[in-house]
């Protein structure tokens, strides 16, 4: 099966995770990093779930499961470790249209989470479609040795330019052809090398000779 890849904005949004375990606790966090709002259903928490509830970063429903929780629910985790309770959690989020994932059962789900490199706004999102995570995760090792630190000042960099340069140049073609040039990977050599600074320079000045 094929899914759809998409990059999701959670900010603000309600994301409901079933269960207070190491691997619910583990989804909260990945949530709260994205700015999620995390709701947790659960009997008792781990220590760090306490934690993040005691500080007001999570709301804890305590309890068992039960359907009436997915109102108002954006993305919901069927997160325990209980089959039967994840699989319960698929049915019920399936039958209200609600993006649902199981940690255990991933294709009772309709949405499975890739392996994630992240360098500020740049992410790259690795997937074999749940049939080996094993797999994602050592290429996403891999990978963060060839995109470092360096890709956040980069990408920050690029989105000032881009803006100034939409705002500057109204042809479209021409703009085109300008923003792909200097979104050559490439460029984040400079980062690496530590002369950032000197490669922004050259670039306004290009920038600012092209407008005459």
Request: aromatic share 8%; charged share 25%; glycine share 10%.
């Given at each position: 099966?094929?899914?759809?890849?998409?990059?999701?904005?959670?900010?603000?949004?309600?994301?409901l995770?079933?269960?207070?375990?190491?691997?619910?606790?583990?989804?909260?966090?990945?949530?709260?990093?994205?700015?999620?709002?995390?709701?947790?259903?659960?009997?008792?928490?781990?220590?760090?779930?306490?934690?993040?509830?005691?500080?007001?970063?999570?709301?804890?429903?305590?309890?068992?499961?039960?359907?009436?929780?997915?109102?108002?629910?954006?993305?919901?985790?069927?997160?325990?470790?209980?089959?039967?309770?994840?699989?319960?959690?698929?049915?019920?989020?399936?039958?209200?249209?609600?993006?649902?994932?199981?940690?255990?059962s991933?294709?009772?789900g309709?949405?499975?989470?890739?392996?994630?490199?992240?360098?500020?706004?740049?992410?790259?999102?690795?997937?074999?479609g749940?049939?080996?995570?094993?797999?994602?995760?050592?290429?996403?090792?891999?990978?963060?040795?060839?995109?470092?630190?360096?890709?956040?000042?980069?990408?920050?960099?690029?989105?000032?330019?881009?803006?100034?340069?939409?705002?500057?140049?109204?042809?479209k073609?021409?703009?085109?052809?300008?923003?792909?040039?200097?979104g050559?990977?490439?460029?984040?050599?400079?980062?690496?090398r530590g002369?950032?600074?000197?490669?922004?320079?050259a670039?306004?000045?290009?920038?600012?000779?092209?407008?005459?």
């Amino acid at each position: 099966m094929a899914f759809y890849p998409v990059s999701l904005d959670v900010r603000g949004q309600k994301c409901l995770v079933i269960g207070g375990g190491e691997v619910a606790y583990r989804k909260v966090q990945t949530l709260l990093e994205y700015r999620a709002l995390a709701r947790v259903v659960a009997p008792e928490l781990i220590k760090p779930l306490q934690l993040l509830v005691g500080g007001g970063l999570v709301e804890h429903v305590k309890g068992e499961y039960h359907p009436s929780q997915l109102e108002e629910a954006f993305l919901v985790f069927g997160a325990t470790d209980s089959k039967r309770v994840n699989v319960k959690v698929a049915r019920d989020a399936r039958k209200r249209n609600l993006p649902v994932n199981l940690v255990d059962s991933p294709g009772q789900g309709t949405f499975r989470v890739p392996a994630v490199l992240r360098q500020g706004h740049f992410t790259i999102s690795i997937s074999t479609g749940g049939t080996s995570p094993a797999l994602a995760r050592h290429i996403k090792e891999k990978l963060k040795n060839e995109y470092g630190p360096e890709m956040e000042q980069l990408t920050e960099f690029l989105g000032e330019v881009r803006k100034y340069v939409i705002a500057r140049f109204t042809h479209k073609p021409f703009r085109k052809r300008l923003l792909t040039c200097l979104g050559d990977s490439r460029a984040a050599e400079f980062y690496r090398r530590g002369e950032g600074e000197l490669w922004e320079k050259a670039v306004w000045a290009y920038i600012k000779n092209l407008e005459g």
